[in-house]
Nanobody, 124 residues
Framework: VQLQAFGGGLVQSGGSLRLTCTAS????????VGWFRQDPGKERKGVAC????????DYEESVKGRFTISRDNAKRSVTLHMDSLRPEDTAVYFC??????????????????WGQGTQVTVSS
């Protein structure tokens, strides 16, 4: 059971990036998925999550209207589309998943399976 995140990079302020997280060894059906980010020396924080239920995805306030989380269970992947990027979005981004969560959570403690991080750098 593994997650792998990729798609980070360097982009100018106002630009876009797409992060993808793929699952191996299991299907994402019935799993909540989340994207998180972390600056060096700071706590990991939730950015977006999706429950795979009828609930709508949830987003951290500063990314609402700019980031979109989507999933393709058949492809075992979750994507974070990031538009209108700002320098303060610079961080290492992680994906995570948890089974049978119900409504998804933006709190890292609620997730037990994590992918490796991918660096996103937004230049001003």
């Amino acid at each position: 059971v593994q997650l792998q995140a990729f798609g980070g990079g360097l982009v100018q302020s106002g630009g876009s990036l797409r992060l993808t997280c793929t699952a191996s060894g299991f299907s994402l059906d019935g799993y909540a998925v989340g994207w998180f980010r972390q600056d060096p020396g700071k706590e990991r924080k939730g950015v977006a999550c999706d429950s795979n239920l009828k609930d709508r995805p949830d987003y951290e306030e500063s990314v609402k209207g700019r980031f979109t989380i989507s999933r393709d269970n058949a492809k075992r992947s979750v994507t974070l589309h990031m538009d209108s990027l700002r320098p303060e979005d610079t961080a290492v981004y992680f994906c995570a998943t948890e089974r049978h969560m119900g409504p998804c959570s933006l709190r890292p403690i609620h997730y037990s399976t994590w992918g490796q991080g991918t660096q996103v750098t937004v230049s001003s």
